[in-house]
């Protein structure tokens, strides 16, 4: 359950500008920008999970806090003149924005339900700490099915000689499948504790399974795991209880799934359908040098768009049809564009329309749940506010910028390219400083000297609840020479 794959979301502008007020300054406060601040967090959040130039030079890592920081309070200023100016309202941002909502919605609705409800006893950490350093080899027996299980289980625990009794039924009452080790954390708990319960020369009684059906295991040998056995105590508890967490967090997340979509019903227009799947394997005939590698086409997102384009007649046509109310034609395509969704080689018709159709009913399931995040108003919890707003703040800023670039006189002729570069971003450096002088912006040297940091340079994913995965911040654009053009216009001025 935590790897179903998921979707982006998105709020309002009154979202975009969560922020913390200058009135409310604390000591963990690195600079104002407005009425806003950039704390510790918003600073280690956005350094600390992203690349960035020099990151990784422990001897200049001072100049180079000083630069992201300078960066961020860039990002700010154009995301401000950019809501100032009513960039960012279009059609495509507002989808943006409300993709991003039901995406964060999702997650806080998993924090809610499931991650908040997960509560690991004493006794299950003791029950761990035995089985960790074990492990048990075992022959699994397939049977015919229960009654013939139960009666060959009866057989075996009534002989003295159990392993003689036990082979004397092979092929009548069983067959052998395959011989194993299992150890602590085994991927089918009811196996684990029937496997570990085994005594000597004993037999499970029958097990349900996946795939295999019903089961029985015989014990051949206890010994100790000597990977696991190497973890001193700390360790091994540590171990342990991620091992309990991450079962219990996998069938509650299955229930609480199970509990939101099973009583909904969806139903599809064919007709839109068949559409959409004859369009998509059209394009991927005709652009599959570009979409094949490693044995599979990537369809999204390019595939995706290009496919937004190939039916755009219809995008606003209602498509799915849910008791909460319908989705277009546009809202799933918004919804496939975050999905991996790929197609084997080699092409046919009923396998593009196979994948596209268990993709599409990924996108209701998330739909689903992100309208029940919504109904309970977690949209307007502080997490999911704050992560809209850093990430329309990084939209809003780059749209911002553009707007600068299109705006802007032509560089002279006589100028080579690398002297036109200069002037674009001389030009936006002013801006940019003329923006903080409108606004107000200034950094707190001292703070952000006594704030500690990784020099590790790395992107890192953020991975959320129900599935899938997004950048774990946006990309901080470097902008730092704003700070050195304003500062000279000080001079100028004076």
Same mark, same amino acid.
């Not at 009548?172 to 395959?178: A, E, H, I, K």
């Not at 360790?235 to 967490?245: G, L, P, Q, S």
């Not at 227009?269 to 394997?281: E, H, K, L, N, T």
């Given at each position: 359950?935590?790897n179903l794959?998921?979707? +982006?979301?998105?709020v309002?502008? =009154? %979202? @975009?500008?969560y922020g $913390?007020t200058?009135?409310g300054?604390t000591q963990?406060? &690195?600079?104002?920008?407005?009425?806003?601040?950039?704390?510790t967090r918003d600073?280690l959040?956005?350094f600390?999970l992203m690349?960035?130039p020099?990151?990784d030079?422990k001897?200049?890592?001072?100049?180079?806090?000083?630069?992201f920081?300078?960066s961020l309070?860039?990002e700010?200023?154009?995301?401000?003149?950019?809501?100032?100016?009513?960039?960012?309202?279009d059609?495509?941002?507002?989808r943006?924005q409300?993709n991003l909502e039901k995406?964060?919605v999702?997650?806080e609705?998993?924090?809610t339900?499931?991650?908040?409800?997960?509560v690991?006893?004493?006794?299950?950490?003791?029950?761990?700490?035995?089985?960790?350093p074990?492990?048990?080899?075992?022959?699994?027996?397939?049977?015919i099915?229960?009654?013939?299980g139960? +009666?060959l289980?009866?057989k075996? =625990? %009534? @002989?003295?000689?159990? $392993?003689?009794?036990?082979?004397?039924?092979?092929d009548? &009452?069983?067959?052998?499948?395959?011989t194993?080790v299992?150890?602590?954390?085994?991927?089918d708990?009811?196996?684990?504790?029937a496997?570990?319960?085994?005594?000597?020369?004993?037999?499970?009684?029958?097990v349900?399974?996946e795939?295999?059906?019903?089961?029985?295991?015989?014990?051949l040998?206890r010994?100790t795991?000597?990977e696991n056995a190497?973890?001193?105590?700390?360790?091994?508890?540590?171990?342990?209880?991620?091992?309990?967490?991450?079962?219990?967090?996998?069938?509650i997340?299955v229930?609480?799934?199970?509990s939101v979509?099973?009583?909904?019903?969806?139903?599809a227009?064919?007709?839109?359908?068949?559409?959409?799947?004859?369009?998509?394997?059209a394009?991927?005939?005709?652009?599959?040098?570009?979409?094949?590698?490693k044995?599979?086409?990537q369809?999204?997102?390019?595939?995706?768009? $290009?496919l937004?384009?190939?039916?755009?007649?219809?995008?606003?046509?209602p498509?799915?049809?849910?008791?909460?109310?319908p989705?277009t034609?546009q809202?799933?395509?918004?919804g496939l564009?975050?999905n991996?969704?790929?197609?084997?080689?080699p092409?046919?018709?009923?396998q593009?329309r196979?994948?596209l159709?268990?993709n599409i009913k990924?996108?209701?399931?998330n739909?689903?749940?992100?309208r029940?995040?919504l109904?309970?108003n977690?949209?307007?919890s502080a997490a999911?506010?704050?992560?809209i707003?850093v990430w329309m703040?990084?939209?809003?800023?780059?749209r911002?910028?553009?707007a600068v670039?299109?705006?802007?006189?032509?560089p002279?002729d006589?100028?080579?390219?690398v002297q036109?570069?200069?002037?674009?971003k001389?030009?936006v450096?002013?801006?940019i400083?003329?923006?903080a002088?409108?606004y107000?912006?200034a950094?707190?040297?001292?703070?952000? $000297?006594?704030l500690s940091?990784?020099?590790?340079?790395?992107?890192?994913?953020?991975h959320?609840?129900?599935g899938?995965?997004?950048l774990?911040v946006?990309?901080?654009r470097?902008?730092?020479?704003?700070?050195y053009?304003?500062?000279?216009q000080?001079?100028?001025n004076?």
């Open positions: 359950m935590r794959l998921l979707l +982006l979301c998105l309002s502008s =009154a %979202a @975009a500008q $913390r200058a009135a300054l963990d406060t &690195l600079a104002t920008v407005g009425s806003h601040v950039i704390t600073f959040e956005r600390e690349p960035w020099n990151k030079n001897a200049r890592i001072e100049a180079t806090k000083r630069d920081l300078h309070m860039a700010k200023l154009l995301a401000m003149e950019a809501t100032a100016q009513n960039l960012g309202n059609p495509l941002t507002l943006l409300q995406l964060f999702r997650d609705l998993y924090k339900e499931v991650t908040s409800r997960i690991i006893t004493p006794e299950e950490t003791r029950e761990g700490m035995k089985r960790f074990a492990e048990v080899e075992v022959v699994m027996l397939g049977i099915n229960q009654k013939d139960d +009666l289980y009866k075996v =625990a %009534a @002989a003295r000689n159990k $392993r003689a009794v036990l082979w004397s039924f092979e009548s &009452l069983f067959v052998p499948l395959d194993f299992v150890k602590y954390g085994f991927k708990r009811k196996v684990e504790d496997v570990f319960a085994l005594g000597k020369d004993s037999l499970t009684k029958p349900q399974t795939p295999f059906g019903t089961v029985m295991f015989y014990l040998r010994s795991n000597m190497k973890f001193n105590t700390a360790d091994r508890m540590h171990k342990v209880n991620n091992i309990i967490k991450d079962r219990k967090e996998d069938s997340a229930k609480f799934f199970a979509t099973s009583p909904q019903r969806a139903e227009d064919p007709a839109v359908f068949f559409r959409m799947a004859d369009s998509a394997y394009i991927l005939r005709r652009d599959s040098a570009e979409l094949f590698g044995g599979l086409f369809f999204s997102p390019v595939g995706t768009e $290009r937004r384009g190939q039916i755009a007649d219809i995008l606003d046509q498509f799915i049809s849910i008791a909460t109310g989705m034609v809202q799933v395509l918004d564009v975050n991996n969704v790929v197609f084997p080689a092409l046919e018709t009923l593009v196979a994948v159709n268990n990924t996108v209701i399931q739909e689903m749940l992100a029940e995040g109904r309970r977690l949209q307007q999911v506010r704050h992560d707003a703040d990084n939209y809003r800023s780059a911002m910028l553009r670039l299109d705006t802007l006189a032509p002279p006589t100028l080579t390219p036109k570069e200069r002037y674009r001389e030009a450096d002013a801006f400083g003329e923006l002088d409108r107000g912006a950094m707190r040297e001292e703070a952000l $000297r006594n940091t990784t020099t590790t340079n790395m992107s890192t994913w953020r959320i609840g129900f899938g995965r997004i774990g946006p990309q901080t470097p902008q730092v020479d704003w700070i053009e304003r500062k000279k000080d001079t100028i004076q």
